[in-house]
């Protein structure tokens, strides 16, 4: 890894005069600048951008060699990202990922830092080097990795990806006609590994579907998918109705979804069949279509309209949780240590998911946790219980953070005095949005 020889603070203090000159680029006028300024001007500003990014990877390895997202409670590099820069985790995956490769090469980091290459570059080159057999020498990695960085200047990381697949028959071809199986291997491997799926919440009634499948895996998915989304469904439609292919396949999917939920072949999570909850205000259900009424909610914390919640009223599959002016009292004191369907259920449409400060991870991966444990006097009630994700649960039955249920009946926690000397009470805004 490329070490800056300045001191910490002379870093900050370049970092903001840099941030200073950007300012006054982003501001400068544009119109006066000829064809080649712009496309030169594009050029360096890529540049900038991932020396930027080589910058990131630098400091977050640095943090990460402290212990600093450890030390503030966080399950993964990512999601500290997340909780100090408010990244996406997929940023936070991908910056984590690219200070990984720099740990691993000064060839790759020096590349990225001189603006000669791009971060995204960096990881397939990285990627490609680790899929060597494991008897290739380290002449032959670094060989391979220079040639790479070399084609990098001709080749977007798509191609690069495939260059690097067989890079080995380039600067090995003996090598490579031996070990072709063990690279088809390695690729299944990385395909397997690497599988990934996110529902992320875009904040306008949309949520955008990401990730990654291996060859078999999505060949299972198309087979499964094909059926309900062929062009012939909507052959009787009226064209100004008809689907597009991305439509079709996103109907299918939760087609899909919504049979095996109907077919009761899905496991318990937390101790409840596969459902989906909406808790809709009694003012709801009686008010006529087109008046004003409370929005009802769903048990993942997104608002529906009036009218898509009474006709999730009517689905067998949607359990509806009607709320009077007063609520429902659910508490069962002292006479059961575990808690009821009821009472987690109530645990749900209150916190959403874990209530740690931060955490994004959804109730059916969290416990019910007795704020004042069972065994010291806690009842096993609403007013004493929250929802932790397994991590959190270890971390506040074993280190110094504290949880309380505070006046408005929401969780609040308390940080160690070395995470906040003035141990200020930190709520979860993820999954509530005020």
């Known amino acids: 890894m490329v070490v800056c020889l300045c001191q910490p603070v002379g870093v900050v203090e370049e970092l903001e005069q840099v941030r200073g000159v950007l300012a006054e680029c982003g501001e400068a006028p544009l119109w006066s600048c000829s064809d080649p300024?712009?496309?030169?001007?594009?050029?360096?500003?890529?540049?900038?951008?991932?020396q930027a990014l080589a910058i990131m990877a630098h400091l977050i390895r640095e943090a990460e060699t402290r212990g600093?997202?450890?030390?503030?409670?966080?399950?993964?590099?990512?999601?500290?990202?997340r909780q100090r820069l408010r990244t996406s985790m997929w940023e936070g995956k991908r910056l984590a990922k690219l200070a990984a490769a720099f740990d691993h090469s000064p060839a790759l980091d020096a590349a990225v830092t001189k603006?000669?290459?791009?971060?995204?570059?960096a990881c397939v080159i990285a990627e490609s080097i680790t899929d060597l057999p494991a008897d290739a020498g380290i002449d032959t990695r670094t060989q391979a990795e220079s040639l790479l960085i070399n084609y990098a200047a001709d080749f977007?990381?798509?191609?690069?990806?495939?260059?690097?697949?067989?890079?080995?028959?380039?600067?090995?071809?003996?090598?490579?006609d031996r070990h072709d199986e063990e690279a088809l291997r390695k690729q299944d491997e990385r395909a397997h590994r690497g599988r990934g799926f996110t529902l992320s919440p875009r904040g306008d009634g949309r949520v955008r579907l990401s990730g990654w499948l291996d060859t078999t895996a999505a060949a299972i998915v198309n087979a499964a998918l094909d059926p309900l989304c062929h062009p012939g469904r909507d052959a009787t439609v009226e064209a100004g109705l008809a689907r597009t292919?991305?439509?079709?396949?996103?109907?299918?999917?939760?087609?899909?979804?919504?049979?095996?939920?109907?077919?009761?072949e899905l496991p318990a999570s937390g101790g409840e069949a596969a459902q989906v909850v909406v808790t809709i205000p009694i003012d709801t259900l009686r008010t006529e279509p087109g008046e004003a009424s409370p929005v009802a909610v769903l048990d993942t914390g997104a608002p529906v309209s009036a009218a898509e919640a009474r006709l999730l009223a009517c689905d067998a599959q949607i359990i509806p949780?009607?709320?009077?002016?007063?609520?429902?009292?659910?508490?069962?004191?002292?006479?059961?240590r575990l808690f009821t369907a009821s009472i987690r259920r109530a645990l749900v449409l209150r916190d959403r998911g874990c209530t740690f400060p931060s955490c994004d991870r959804p109730?059916?991966?969290?416990?019910?946790?007795?704020?004042?444990?069972?065994?010291?006097?806690?009842p096993t009630a609403l007013s004493n219980a929250c929802l932790l994700c397994r991590h959190h649960h270890r971390v506040i039955h074993r280190t110094?953070?504290?949880?309380?249920?505070?006046?408005?009946?929401?969780p609040e926690f308390i940080p160690p005095a070395d995470v906040d000397p003035q141990r200020r009470p930190l709520r979860n805004t993820f999954h509530r949005r005020e």
Do not use: F, Y
Request: proline share 5%; glycine share 12%.
């Open 37 to 50: 300024e712009v496309v030169d001007g594009l050029t360096q500003a890529w540049a900038c951008v991932q």
């Open 68 to 81: 600093i997202p450890q030390k503030e409670a966080a399950s993964s590099t990512p999601v500290w990202l």
């Open 115 to 121: 603006g000669e290459i791009s971060a995204e570059q």
């Open 156 to 176: 977007a990381p798509g191609t690069l990806g495939k260059l690097g697949a067989r890079i080995l028959a380039h600067v090995d071809p003996e090598a490579a």
């Open 245 to 264: 292919p991305e439509q079709r396949r996103a109907d299918a999917l939760v087609d899909v979804c919504t049979r095996v939920m109907r077919g009761g």
């Open 321 to 336: 949780s009607v709320l009077g002016t007063e609520g429902q009292v659910l508490d069962v004191g002292r006479a059961r």
């Open 363 to 378: 109730a059916n991966w969290s416990d019910g946790h007795h704020v004042k444990p069972w065994a010291d006097g806690g």
């Open 400 to 410: 110094d953070w504290q949880v309380r249920i505070a006046s408005d009946g929401h």
